[in-house]
């Protein structure tokens, strides 16, 4: 396994454009985060899933913003009408763990993938 | 929900000495906190966990230390080196919520 996987590593794009990013996460990780960050912050939570399922959404994720994980495997994290304020890094993670709630001993180490880049002009 | 502060400033050291960056917190006290260091066009890497029940963590060069009382850890990266030189971002979670909080990080610069 080579990690998690995100692509494109890069896109530009026109406003009001939709764009779609992927992320593949390390095969054997239950769980898979999206996070977003601009110039000089950290990442912010967007989303994330246990599995296939969606099970929380921050605030920051606009009707326009739609994730998916169909099989409990790869994910797509898809803008639509873009805006100039959705430029940033968008970031995937994985981690293992074995209960939907809670925090187990030994997990919850998030391993990133290299990001998107997204520039909307 | 949380707010976590690093030091925006820029930290500058010298080759050989000891960085130690600064990790605040406020509301609730995590359950354990996580330091991750990330290049740029990169994503973060992570690099140490710290439970709430303990004091200190080391690996290798580096050592973490939690204070719960303060709300505050430390980073630090003993005998630093120009390959050292990095954003180093500090993330909680908290008992019962399955996301993570990250701070904004600090820019650290190992001058040879």
């Known amino acids: 396994d080579t990690g998690v996987s995100q692509d494109p590593r890069h896109k530009i794009t026109k406003r009001g454009q939709n764009v779609t990013f992927r992320c593949d996460p390390i095969?054997?990780?239950?769980?898979l985060y999206w996070y977003r960050q601009t110039l000089g912050q950290g990442p912010e939570f967007l989303t994330y899933?246990?599995?296939?399922?969606?099970?929380?959404k921050s605030r920051l994720l606009s009707d326009r913003f739609s994730a998916e994980r169909p099989k409990g495997s790869f994910s797509t994290l898809e803008i639509q009408r873009t805006e100039q304020g959705d430029s940033a890094m968008y970031l995937c993670a994985s981690s293992l763990e074995g209960t939907r709630t809670g925090i187990l001993s030994g997990a919850n180490v998030l391993t990133f993938g290299a990001g998107s880049r997204l520039t909307v002009l | 929900s949380q707010k976590i502060e690093q030091n925006s400033e820029a930290l500058n050291i010298q080759e050989g000495k000891t960085a130690t960056l600064t990790c605040n917190y406020t509301?609730?006290?995590?359950?354990?906190l996580q330091w991750y260091r990330q290049d740029p066009g990169r994503g973060p890497v992570f690099l140490l966990l710290?439970?709430?029940?303990?004091k200190e963590k080391r690996k290798e060069r580096l050592k973490v230390t939690f204070d719960t009382t303060l709300k505050q850890s430390l980073f630090h990266i003993t005998a630093s080196q120009p390959a050292d030189s990095a954003t180093y971002l500090c993330?909680?979670?908290?008992?019962?919520?399955?996301?993570?909080?990250f701070g904004s990080g600090t820019k650290l610069n190992v001058k040879p």
């Open positions: 993330a909680l979670r908290q008992y019962n919520f399955n996301k993570f909080y």
């Open positions: 509301n609730y006290s995590p359950a354990y």
């Open positions: 899933f246990q599995n296939e399922a969606q099970l929380e």
């Open positions: 710290i439970r709430e029940n303990e």
């Open positions: 095969s054997e990780h239950n769980r």
